[in-house]
Structures are given as structure tokens and as C-alpha cells.
């Protein structure tokens, strides 16, 4: 059984099966409204947290200070158009996820962006945020937050943005 409603697949929606429960049903087809709010949760948070770091870099170091930070800190190709991409997944991509706008697309940049991150920048520092523990001092930038963005937008990635989301197409 795949995971996409029936509807997705270009298939008339199938009807209940002997045995089979209401949920299961109503999930086949793609007609739970819970799944649609909770995506559109993990949707407004996703998208607001990446469009105010985004938003954050553009308005402090701007996309050159970005650019030498990505070459000579991290030692990225082609800095400035990478500097852009960037911008352009965390501020472009994390619209794209609130609007539910080619939802699919703007998390899937949200989660390369996220895993260069950890690869990058936060990994070497291990796994917790920030860890103040006695006798180990203070431990921070750990990948613990990138991980959590790489994996909300895979959510999305995969389940895509749910049936709450900007119509498209629709006059008045």
C-alpha cells in the first residue's frame, strides 16, 4: 500500500476494504484533517524560523559577509553564488513552505541547506546545542538544531504540504 492518497496517484479513491478500520480509510484517502493541520503547524514553524535566520544574515553580514565566511571559514566553492543560495533557500524556501507554494521544492532547499550546516559547521562541535555541564565548560553550535529544521523539512518533503495551504488558480 502506498503512502500517497489514491487521489495523488491519479487513481479514483479506492472504497473501504473488509476489515479495514474508518482511520485507515479515511487516511487512504487522504481525508484526515488532523494530518493537514499538523503539517500546516510544522509548516508556519519551519518557514518562520528559516525566514528570520535568513532574514538575519541578509540584514547583518549581508551576502558578501556570507560568502567570505562560507570560503574562507568553511572552504566552499563559489562563495557568492552559494552566499545566494542560501538566502535564497532560508528566506525563498521558507515562504514557499508557509504559503504551502510548491511546498515540496522550498523544504527540499531548506534541507540541503540544513545538512551542509551540520556537515560543515556544526557536526565537528558534536551533538547538543549548547551544553554547560560542570567540568566540561561551555560546548556550543552542535548540530542537535539543524537536525531538527534537516527533519521537519524531509516531513514536508515527503507528505508535502497538506490541504491547508495558498489556493492556486481559483478567480473570485
Known amino acids: 500500500m502506498s503512502a500517497l492518497p489514491d487521489c495523488a496517484r491519479g487513481q479514483a479513491p479506492r472504497m473501504a476494504q473488509p476489515g ?27 518557514g518562520a524560523i528559516l525566514i528570520v535566520h535568513g532574514y538575519a544574515k541578509l540584514t547583518t553580514i549581508g551576502p558578501s559577509g556570507l560568502a567570505d565566511y562560507l570560503g574562507n571559514k568553511l572552504g566552499i566553492l563559489w562563495p557568492l553564488p552559494m552566499a545566494y543560495a542560501c538566502l535564497l533557500a532560508e528566506i525563498g524556501g521558507g515562504a514557499l513552505v508557509i504559503l504551502g507554494l510548491f511546498a515540496r521544492i522550498g523544504a527540499l ?24 555541564a560542570e567540568g566540561l565548560g561551555d560546548i556550543p553550535h552542535g548540530y542537535e538544531y539543524c537536525l531538527a529544521l534537516l527533519a ?12 491547508i ?8
Open 152 to 163: 521537519m523539512a524531509l516531513c514536508i518533503v515527503f507528505a508535502g504540504s497538506g490541504k
Open 109 to 132: 532547499a531548506i534541507a540541503v541547506t540544513m545538512g551542509v550546516a551540520i556537515a560543515k559547521v556544526h557536526w565537528p562541535k558534536g551533538f547538543f546545542l549548547k551544553l554547560k
Open 20 to 46: 479495514e478500520s474508518e482511520e485507515d480509510h479515511r487516511m487512504s484517502n487522504g481525508k484526515n484533517a488532523g494530518l493537514d493541520v499538523g503539517l500546516l503547524i510544522l509548516r508556519l514553524a519551519l
Open 165 to 172: 495551504r495558498v489556493p492556486v488558480g481559483k478567480g473570485p
